[in-house]
Nanobody, 124 residues
Framework: QVRIVESGGGLVQPGGSLTLSCAAS????????IGWFRQAPGKEREWVSC????????NYADSVKGRFTGSRDNAKNMAFLQMNSLKPEDTAVYYC?????????????????WGQGTQVTVSS
């Protein structure tokens, strides 16, 4: 059974840091890029970052570039999103997703496996 589970969310003050984890089971992450998305209340789900299957290529939304860093450990079948200098506007449910491809898709609809999300709240 294919499953993705995110963890590591929580409440953090502005300027703080969090690291989200994405654990996959039922399939091997080696053959899949990993994308991170987020959805704030009343807003559409938006793409945040993607890392290729090898980890050699990582892309970021302009809103998080320079603050967020994606990584992966294929041996552990896991991916991570290090979030620094967090802002209140980063508050959202964060999702990990995997497409059926080695490289990062451009379309959200190309992501086939999704986790249930983890809440990140940035507030003083």
């Amino acid at each position: 059974q294919v499953r993705i589970v995110e963890s590591g969310g929580g409440l953090v003050q502005p300027g703080g840091s969090l690291t989200l984890s994405c654990a996959a089971s039922g399939f091997t992450l080696d053959y899949h890029a990993i994308g991170w998305f987020r959805q704030a209340p009343g807003k559409e789900r938006e793409w945040v970052s993607c890392i290729s299957s090898s980890g050699r290529s990582t892309n970021y939304a302009d809103s998080v570039k320079g603050r967020f860093t994606g990584s992966r450990d294929n041996a552990k079948n896991m991916a991570f999103l290090q979030m620094n200098s967090l802002k209140p506007e980063d508050t959202a449910v964060y999702y990990c997703a995997a497409p059926l491809s080695l490289n990062c898709p451009e379309d959200i609809h190309e992501y086939d496996y999704w986790g249930q999300g983890t809440q990140v709240t940035v507030s003083s």
